[in-house]
């Protein structure tokens, strides 16, 4: 199935406000785990290839990619 980019935007930011993992997401939105896991790689993937152009900081919550991880991640 395939998932609009609003929904994708505010799974990843549920996560990320509530602190949950990647299997507490995927429970909470009724989604396979590896779509959230996925999207949460995919962002890092577009993030890293334009850290060059902007400026911040986005953090990937707990579980982003490790377990019991926080990934920083420029943008």
Same mark, same amino acid.
């Given at each position: 199935?395939?998932? $609009? /980019?609003?929904f994708r935007r505010k799974?990843?930011? @549920?996560?990320?406000?509530?602190?949950? $993992? /990647?299997?507490?997401? &995927?429970?909470q939105f009724r989604i +396979?785990? &590896? $779509?959230?896991?996925?999207? /949460? %790689?995919?962002?890092? &993937?577009?993030?890293? %290839?334009s850290e060059s152009c902007?400026? +911040?900081?986005?953090?990937?919550?707990? %579980?982003?990619?490790? @377990? +019991? $991880? @926080? @990934?920083?991640?420029?943008?």
């Amino acid at each position: 199935m395939s998932y $609009s /980019i609003d929904f994708r935007r505010k799974v990843i930011s @549920t996560r990320e406000e509530e602190g949950l $993992s /990647i299997r507490e997401t &995927a429970k909470q939105f009724r989604i +396979g785990p &590896a $779509s959230v896991s996925r999207w /949460i %790689n995919q962002i890092a &993937a577009l993030l890293n %290839n334009s850290e060059s152009c902007c400026s +911040g900081m986005l953090v990937l919550g707990k %579980n982003a990619g490790h @377990t +019991g $991880s @926080t @990934t920083k991640i420029l943008v």
